[in-house]
């Protein structure tokens, strides 16, 4: 049979094509030695004299094992910064502040544009044991900040401050520990809002341990969107997570351990270990209504920290009023357990620590236990174990029969893939699960910021719910919808269209709710 030369020239063309087209979309990797000012030099090397960046879609690889000494805080201004660990095994590279000449050291970062680290352990402990504040400062409005499979360890007060409206955070498989000191335990904080509204705060398959205050701190500032999901919490001294007002919330599967350990002073304002609060009258005005799961989570305080408390300190209150009414009107009140649990290798309970910090004779308050975890070079960068038996009934009594808590340690880590990238085009993906009961979750990417309405339609083309209604920036979001209508009334067994409108694109899909 005869070689046609057209059709394999046709086809050579082809492939030159498809290579040429994947070189064209492949990201720039720099690969970054280890070393002293080395992730400075490779970062600041890329922007021009006229600030002009040579590639914005450039990722800063770090080696395994590598040791990263910063010598002044990474700013990034108006682009994505993106910091990775190479793939392979062996311990996440550390970034570290450096001390310059004069005795000094910054804060690792300060971000004033988009933000991704993933695979890293970022201390805000420096070369010489000076403890520093707030690990990363989201220093301008709208930013996206991702914290994916990483490690923040050693900080004064906050490891994440907002300074800036409307940030999208997006922590998980991550680790966030040793915030605050017991000197001032109210600084020690995973998250501060600093009163800035919130757009979406995501925290999955985390683990948050040693915090002197909470791992979220509301300073009055409206969260549109928060999903709190499989989290590990243990030792956090004086609450476990406030909220505050938030529009659409959903804390589900997680594991609180010795949270509030400190107790509340009754001639104070009330402490509770978890707190959300009623929209204002000005949300509720532009006809916004507050939507909260609470459910599948526990609760458990050890029994000697209670019974160790002075006399006129009480132990911390688990629910708020208003999260408690939530509970009650889903019908979640028996979702939510104060089981004990038995680490496998847990810090040590801060029996010690909670007793120190009422005694006036001792002037110098211990702190938790640290064991032997370490940022230095070398060193253990997570000393503890966080699994549990799986005999325990925690292991089967998530919202789908799964383990509570961070299941990193049961070889499970929930999928990060979309959050490192901003996504090219508009998509939306298939409800999960579908058909579903009672409810299901709808994800979809926005290549440019705009106006998004994501809306439930019946058969008949009526309106059931409408689940955003807002500008978002470009990235990819999950919504929750609970199989109720705008007036918060569970709609019946059919057929639904969940629809995504923006300025450029309509899409639509469809899904079965089954009772």
């Given amino acids: 049979m005869k070689t046609s030369y057209s059709s394999i020239f046709a086809a050579l063309l082809v492939l030159l094509l498809f290579l040429s087209a994947n070189d064209a979309s492949a990201q720039r990797v720099v690969k970054v030695a280890s070393g002293v000012g080395t992730l400075n030099q ?33 700013e990034n201004r108006n682009y994505h910064l993106r910091i990775r660990a190479a793939a392979g095994t062996g311990k996440r590279p550390i970034i570290r502040p450096g ?96 009163g800035n509204d919130i757009d979406t705060l995501i925290y999955e398959n985390n683990t948050f341990y040693n915090l002197t205050s909470r791992i979220l701190r509301d300073g009055g500032g409206v969260i549109k969107y928060c999903y709190i999901n499989h989290n590990t919490v243990v030792n956090s001294g004086q609450m476990g997570c406030t909220i505050g007002p938030v529009i659409n919330g ?34 509720l005005n532009q006809g916004y209504v507050q939507k909260l799961q609470i459910h599948h989570n526990n609760f458990y305080v050890s029994p000697e920290l209670i019974s160790g408390l002075p006399a006129k300190i009480r132990a911390t209150t688990v629910l708020d009023s208003n999260t408690q009414a939530a509970i009650k009107a889903g019908g979640w009140t028996s979702l939510n357990t104060n089981l004990p649990v038995v680490f496998k290798t847990p810090p040590q309970v801060p029996l010690q620590v909670m007793k120190s910090f009422y005694d006036t004779t001792v002037t110098v308050k211990p702190e938790m236990d640290k064991s ?13 174990d966080f699994s549990y038996p799986t005999t325990s009934p925690l292991y089967t009594a998530g919202t789908n029969g799964e383990a509570l808590g961070d299941r990193t340690y049961f070889g499970i880590q929930v999928g990060v893939a979309n959050d490192a990238m901003l996504p090219t085009n508009y998509q939306l993906y298939s409800n999960y699960p579908n058909p579903f009961n009672p409810s299901t979750n709808i994800r979809y990417s926005l290549p440019v910021a705009g106006s998004v309405k994501l809306e439930i339609v019946n058969t008949l083309g009526q309106t059931v719910n409408t689940l955003v209604n807002q500008n978002q920036q470009a990235g990819t979001y999950s919504v929750v919808w609970d199989g109720r209508d705008m007036n ?11 629809r995504l409108k923006t300025a450029n694109s309509v899409l639509a899909k469809k899904m079965i709710l089954l009772k």
């Fill in 42 to 74: 490779a970062i600041n090397g890329d922007t021009t004299s006229a600030g002009a960046r040579k590639d914005l879609t450039t990722i800063y690889e770090l080696d395994k094992g590598g040791y990263y000494i910063t010598m002044g805080t990474i």
């Fill in 99 to 194: 001390v310059v000449s004069g005795g000094s050291s910054s804060r690792p970062f300060s971000a004033r544009g988009d933000l991704t680290l993933d695979g890293v352990y970022v201390t805000n402990l420096d070369e010489q044991n000076g403890i520093k504040q707030y690990i990363i400062q989201l220093s301008a409005d709208s930013l996206r900040l991702s914290i994916l499979n990483s490690h923040l360890d050693r900080e004064g007060q906050i490891a994440i401050r907002c300074d800036g409206k409307n940030p999208r955070i997006v922590i998980k498989n991550s680790i966030i520990s040793n915030v605050g000191t017991m000197a001032s335990p109210s600084n020690g904080r995973g998250v501060d809002d600093r």
């Fill in 372 to 384: 032997n975890g370490s940022p230095d070079y070398g060193g253990t960068q997570m000393p503890f």
């Fill in 488 to 498: 918060g009334r569970q709609v019946s067994t059919g057929m639904y269209i969940y």
């Fill in 250 to 283: 959903y804390f589900t599967n997680n594991l609180f351990f010795n949270t509030g350990f400190l107790g509340t002073d009754s001639a104070t304002t009330d402490w509770y270990t978890f707190q959300t609060a009623p929209l204002t009258q000005a949300w």
